[in-house]
């Protein structure tokens, strides 16, 4: 699922991505938190930057 900030890679998922930003994060929690829907209730998800299939970060 990809939204704006940031995407949400559930776990047993391949995650590709290298790099995130803590703006990315916060806005993935608060999106969750904020959702009625439970479907990432007691999940475990990885949090990336979009189209940041890297072997290491840019800043690396």
Known sequence: MIISAYELVPSGAEFADA???????????????ETEDTKYYRQSLGVGKPNTHYDKPSFY
């Open 19 to 33: 790099e995130v930003s803590r703006q990315g994060v916060v806005a993935a929690i608060l999106a969750i938190m």
